[in-house]
Every structure is written in C-alpha cells, then in structure tokens.
C-alpha cells in the first residue's frame, strides 16, 4: 500500500478482498484498524489488519493479513519561472539544483537534483541527458531554452518540472589589434583601401 503525500498510512479498505460464508445465514465483517484511520508509518513497515466475521448467533473467526506500506511519491518541488542565464565566457554551467525553488519528500532523506535541456547539446547533433549540470553557450544566446528538472528521493521516485531559460549575452567585444595610425599627405591620391 502506498504512503500518502504526509507519509502516513491510509487504511485502506480489504474487506471486499476477504471471502467469508456461515452455515446459518448473514454474518458481518469488520476491519481494524478501521478503513479511512490515518496512521503514522514510513518505507517498507508492516502493518496487520485483523479481519473478524460475526454471524447472527455472535460466533466469530479470524484471520489477520500483513500489509506492507512503500513510498511510492515522488518529492513536492516548485521549479523556478523564467530564467535568464548571463554568459560568462563562452559557456554558462548551471547546477540542476538552482533550477527548483522548493524541494521536499513526503517521506524525507537526501534528495538528487537532475536537469536536461530539451533538444540538443551546444554546438553538436547530440540530444541532452539528464545530469547535475546544464551546458549554455553563445549558439543559444537570444533563445528560448526548455530545460526539464528531475528531483527523486532515496528510493528512486522522482518528480519533474519544467522551465524556461533565455540566455544573453553580457560580455562586451574587445578589439585585439588596433590599427596603427596612419598619416596621409594631402598632395598625392590616397587609396585608402
């Protein structure tokens, strides 16, 4: 049974799952703990519900089940809006991380940051894969990049979110050679190509 988004258990209803009869007519099943109880758990406890049937003379049997409880959620994350991302260089690296403005699992424990950009890497015909890092580089610059986050938590469930990235450019040109000044004589045509 999977954990709920506060990492409690839900009792789940199972009576419909238990197959019962009696000799002398109806009988009544009931469950404890109750379908519907809230229970505090956590990743892989074992819970035992206990089935009883009651016939109309109030002999009863029993059985119980074990009912084990996973995490099956993936973490609650808030991606960041718009982004826009300044070169520094020819390249800006931004961490996965940097992307999600909140970040959190129902269930707790350390949390993996993943991105990827959709389409392709810098420069080459190669599609982006999940990682710790996105590439940006001055073919992006003025674009609109769509970069896809991934969180999972420790047991591998994992939530994705996407943003919006547009990159600029704020590196001013530098010139490398000057030209040296050039003294013309008014007397003669001057080409000046």
Same mark, same amino acid.
């Given at each position: 049974?999977?954990?709920?988004?506060? @990492?409690?258990?839900? &009792?789940?209803?199972?009576?419909?799952?238990?197959?019962?009869?009696?000799?002398?007519?109806? =009988?009544?099943?009931?469950? &404890?703990?109750?379908?519907?109880?809230?229970?505090? $758990?956590?990743?892989?406890?074992?819970?035992?519900?206990?089935?009883?049937?009651?016939?109309?003379?109030?002999?009863? =049997?029993?059985?119980?089940? $074990?009912?084990?409880?996973?995490?099956?959620?993936?973490?609650?994350?808030?991606?960041?809006?718009?982004?826009?991302?300044?070169?520094?260089?020819?390249?800006?690296?931004? *961490? =996965?991380? $940097?992307?999600?403005?909140?970040?959190?699992?129902? @269930?707790?424990? =350390?949390?993996?940051?993943?991105?990827?950009?959709? /389409?392709?890497?810098? /420069?080459?015909?190669?599609?982006?894969?999940? %990682?710790?890092?996105?590439?940006?580089?001055?073919?992006? &610059?003025?674009?609109?990049?769509?970069?896809?986050?991934?969180?999972?938590?420790?047991? %591998?469930?994992? *939530?994705?979110?996407?943003?919006?990235?547009?990159?600029?450019?704020?590196?001013?040109?530098?010139?490398?050679?000057?030209?040296?000044?050039?003294?013309? $004589?008014?007397?003669?045509?001057?080409?000046?190509?």
């Amino acid at each position: 049974v999977s954990l709920n988004d506060s @990492c409690y258990l839900t &009792v789940p209803d199972l009576r419909p799952k238990v197959t019962f009869s009696d000799n002398c007519g109806p =009988a009544t099943l009931t469950q &404890v703990p109750v379908p519907g109880t809230v229970i505090p $758990s956590k990743h892989d406890s074992i819970h035992h519900f206990i089935f009883t049937v009651t016939d109309t003379s109030g002999l009863t =049997a029993i059985c119980t089940t $074990s009912v084990t409880v996973k995490d099956k959620l993936g973490p609650d994350i808030t991606c960041s809006t718009k982004r826009i991302i300044s070169l520094s260089g020819k390249m800006a690296i931004v *961490t =996965a991380e $940097s992307f999600i403005t909140e970040a959190k699992d129902n @269930c707790g424990g =350390a949390l993996t940051y993943q991105a990827r950009r959709m /389409g392709k890497i810098c /420069g080459s015909n190669v599609d982006d894969d999940f %990682g710790p890092t996105v590439d940006f580089c001055c073919d992006d &610059v003025n674009d609109t990049i769509l970069v896809v986050i991934k969180v999972s938590d420790i047991r %591998g469930n994992s *939530t994705r979110c996407m943003d919006t990235v547009i990159v600029r450019d704020n590196i001013t040109p530098t010139i490398v050679h000057k030209l040296p000044d050039v003294t013309i $004589s008014c007397e003669y045509l001057y080409n000046i190509n």
